[in-house]
Nanobody, 121 residues
Framework: QVQLVESGGGLVQAGGSLRLSCTASGDIISINDMGWYRQAPGKQRELVAA???????TYVDSAKGRFTISRDNAKKTVYLQMNSLKPEDTAVYYCNAGLLPRTTYVYTSYWGQGTQVTVSS
């Protein structure tokens, strides 16, 4: 079964750091773009950071200078290092990736189950 599994969320004080990880599992031939989204209560899901297969990176303005996205293609994993966290970063963080399963040979967008990040003031 092809899926994305996230880890690394939790509770942290303002100014602290967290590192999120997301690993793709299953019979996957290739991975295209990977990214992190977040959804705060009462708000729409928004893109936080994305990285293409060749390493091109995009950040939402609020994450620039504080968050770093990276990927390890050999491990089929994308990371989000979050520093200088603020209470407004509190949200459920979701991993997203374009995966090419061997069973379909079609790139398909997959989502992780979400991991809660809570930043206390």
């Amino acid at each position: 079964q092809v899926q994305l599994v996230e880890s690394g969320g939790g509770l942290v004080q303002a100014g602290g750091s967290l590192r999120l990880s997301c690993t793709a599992s299953g019979d996957i031939i290739s991975i295209n773009d990977m990214g992190w989204y977040r959804q705060a209560p009462g708000k729409q899901r928004e893109l936080v950071a994305a990285i293409t297969a060749i390493g091109r990176i995009t950040y939402v303005d609020s994450a620039k200078g504080r968050f770093t996205i990276s990927r390890d293609n050999a491990k089929k994993t994308v990371y989000l290092q979050m520093n200088s966290l603020k209470p407004e970063d509190t949200a459920v963080y979701y991993c997203n990736a374009g995966l090419l399963p061997r069973t379909t040979y079609v790139y398909t967008s997959y989502w992780g189950q979400g991991t809660q990040v809570t930043v206390s003031s």
